[in-house]
C-alpha cells in the first residue's frame, strides 16, 4: 500500500480552486462510440502533442479529443506515455510542440492551479493527502475554495466566514457520502484504510468542482470486489454530470466503464475506439503480448 504523503502547497493550492455549483454539462456520452467530429460537444482536445525528455520521445504526435460526458480510457503498456499526458493535460509538463484545448481555449502554458480553476481535477498514481487531518478536512482543502472571504474576515471569523465555512463543510460531507465513506469523516486520513484514502482522493478531487475528472490508475492495488465498487462509483460520477477520464491497467474495468478507449505505445497512439473495437485491434494485442505488430 502506498504511504499518503504530505501535499505541497501547489498542490493544496491546485485543489483549492473552483466553485460548486457549475451548470451540468451538456448530454451523459452513454453509448459514444465514435472519435469526436469537430466542434461536436468536445470538451478536450490533444492535438499533435510530442513531449520529450531529452532524447526520450515520452509522446510522439499524440491527438484525441474528449466529448462532453463520456468516460474515455487512455491505457498501453508500462512506460507507454499516459501519466505523461496527463501530466501535460494538467500543466505539470508543458509540450515539446502540439497544442492541448480545454473547452475550446488553449490550456499550454498555464499552472496547474489555474488549469484546475479552469474544471479539470486529477488524481495521482499514489495516494497524496494530508495524513494528520481528518477525512473530512481533506476534502475541504478543496470546498474552501468557494470562500470569497478575505484572510482579514477570516482572521476575525465574521459572519459570511463562518457562514461559508459552514457550506463548505457541508458540501464536503456530501462528497463524503457521495463516495460511500461518511462514516468515516472525523478519522486522520492516515487511519482510513487503502481503499478508503483512495475514494477519499476522489472526494477531494470532486470538491474542486471539476468538469473533467482524470483518475490515474484509481484501481491499483484494489481486490475484485473493490474493483467492482469503483467502476460503480466512475459510473455515478459521469452520470453526475463530470466527464471522466482514466488510466487503467485493468482491462476488464477499463472495458467494462469505458465509452471509448485510446491505446498509447512507446508515445505513439496505435489504436482508438470502443472497447470491442480496441480489444480486437491486433496492434493492441501486439503491444500487450509484446509482439511485432505485423507477426500479429
Ligand atoms: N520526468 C521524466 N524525465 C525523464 N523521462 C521521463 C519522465 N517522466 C516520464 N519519462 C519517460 O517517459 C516515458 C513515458 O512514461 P510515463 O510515465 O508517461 O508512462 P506510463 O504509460 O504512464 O507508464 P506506467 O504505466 O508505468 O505508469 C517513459 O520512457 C519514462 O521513462
Known amino acids: 500500500m502506498s504511504e499518503p504523503h504530505i501535499e505541497t502547497p501547489a498542490e ?4 483549492n480552486a473552483r466553485p460548486f ?18 466542434g461536436e460537444d468536445v470538451l478536450l482536445e490533444v492535438d499533435n502533442v510530442t513531449l520529450r525528455f531529452g532524447g526520450v520521445v515520452a509522446l510522439n504526435e499524440v491527438s484525441f479529443s474528449l466529448r462532453k460526458g463520456e468516460i474515455f480510457g487512455l491505457i498501453g503498456p508500462n ?15 508543458r509540450p515539446t510542440s502540439g497544442g492541448i484545448r480545454f473547452q475550446g ?14 474544471g479539470i481535477a486529477r488524481t495521482f498514481q499514489n495516494v497524496r493527502l494530508f495524513p ?7 476534502v475541504m482543502v478543496g470546498a474552501d475554495a468557494h470562500h470569497k472571504t478575505s484572510v482579514i474576515a477570516a482572521l476575525f471569523r465574521l459572519p459570511r466566514h463562518h457562514r461559508e465555512e459552514r457550506t463548505g463543510r457541508d458540501r464536503s460531507y456530501q462528497l463524503l457520502r457521495f463516495v460511500g ?3 468515516r469523516a472525523g478519522d486522520v486520513a492516515r487511519n482510513l484504510s487503502y481503499g478508503e484514502q483512495r475514494r477519499l482522493e476522489i472526494a477531494r478531487a470532486l470538491a474542486t468542482n471539476p468538469t473533467l475528472l482524470c483518475l490515474d490508475e ?6 475484485p470486489a473493490e474493483k467492482a465498487d469503483l467502476l460503480a462509483l466512475i459510473r455515478k460520477i459521469r452520470d453526475s454530470g463530470v466527464t471522466v477520464l482514466l488510466i487503467e491497467h485493468d482491462m476488464r ?31 493492441v494485442i501486439a503491444a500487450y503480448l509484446g509482439v511485432p505488430t505485423d507477426a500479429a
Open 21 to 38: 455549483d457549475r451548470p451540468a454539462p451538456e448530454g451523459t456520452g452513454t453509448g459514444a462510440t465514435a472519435p469526436a467530429a469537430p
Open 132 to 138: 494528520e487531518m481528518t477525512a473530512l478536512e481533506n
Open 218 to 223: 484509481p484501481a491499483a492495488g484494489f481486490n
Open 12 to 15: 493544496a493550492d491546485a485543489a
Open 79 to 93: 512506460g507507454a506515455g499516459k501519466t505523461t499526458c496527463f501530466n501535460a493535460m494538467t500543466g505539470v509538463y
Open 253 to 283: 474495468l477499463v472495458m467494462g466503464v469505458t465509452d471509448r478507449i485510446v491505446v498509447l505505445e512507446f508515445g505513439k497512439k496505435i489504436a482508438e475506439g470502443t472497447p470491442a473495437e480496441v480489444r480486437d485491434n491486433p496492434a
Open 181 to 183: 465513506i461518511e462514516h
Open 105 to 118: 481555449q488553449s490550456i499550454v502554458g498555464k499552472k496547474k492551479h489555474e488549469i484546475t480553476r479552469g
